[in-house]
């Protein structure tokens, strides 16, 4: 890819040979082993130089993360078994803030649907930047404030969907989102979820509320009864 053409990918791909399995691999596991164990967070980002530049942040904020690679890869469930065979630390997530980035999330969300209510988090960064983009300091601070992983998702999905001009439109929004994420969002995070849900479909707080409380615990049926 020519750095000068705005057509090249940020990326080139390579594909899987014997001695490197994409799927699975993750630059930096190996040698962050010994600080998983020790209770460091893994955090997941997309290239290379966003791995070393978080590890330059780490080094000088003394921040306890671990970051791992995909590598320009997709992101897979075997990646995730990896970090699992190590730590049962609650995986962290930093993309690029771009669409793709968004959608990269959108995709990491379903991947760990098996993981539950696990505690996943995600690191926002300024628009249109990526780790290795902006000064150590800002990365340190974003991270500081990551967000729960279901609200940096909600964000990012009714942004794809587009803002509901209707009540109607919002309700159904709010009923999909919390139909499907209502088992992961833990009761710790469930305050920030439904204020956010709140502000981008433009519904009182108590209504989407209600509809996650309903999710969370379905009212029976007379077949339940």
């Not at 902006?134 to 803002?163: C, F, I, K």
Request: glycine share 6%; with cysteine.
């Amino acid at each position: 890819a020519h750095p000068d053409d705005a057509r090249s990918p940020k990326y080139l791909n390579t594909p899987a040979t014997e001695l490197y399995e994409k799927r699975s691999t993750l630059y930096g596991l190996g040698e962050g082993v010994a600080d998983l164990a020790a209770g460091a967070t893994p955090l997941i980002v997309e290239g290379p130089f966003d791995k070393l530049a978080v590890d330059k942040m780490a080094t000088r904020y003394g921040r306890p993360v671990v970051a791992l690679a995909s590598c320009g890869t997709a992101l897979t469930r075997e990646h995730i078994a990896r970090i699992r065979s190590v730590t049962s630390a609650p995986v962290w997530f930093c993309f690029d803030a771009d669409a793709a980035g968004q959608r990269a999330m959108l995709h990491a969300w379903e991947i760990t649907a098996d993981q539950g209510r696990s505690g996943q988090r995600f690191v926002r960064l300024p628009g249109g930047q990526d780790p290795a983009s902006v000064h150590p300091r800002t990365l340190d601070h974003t991270v500081g404030h990551s967000v729960p992983m279901s609200v940096a998702v909600a964000e990012a999905q009714v942004h794809l969907w587009g803002r509901p001009d209707t009540w109607v439109r919002a309700e159904l929004m709010v009923q999909a989102l919390a139909r499907r994420d209502a088992a992961r969002i833990s009761p710790e995070e469930s305050g920030q979820w439904i204020t956010t849900v709140a502000r981008l479909t433009n519904l009182p707080v108590s209504s989407v509320q209600t509809t996650l409380i309903d999710h969370v615990a379905p009212t029976p049926t007379a077949e339940d009864m």
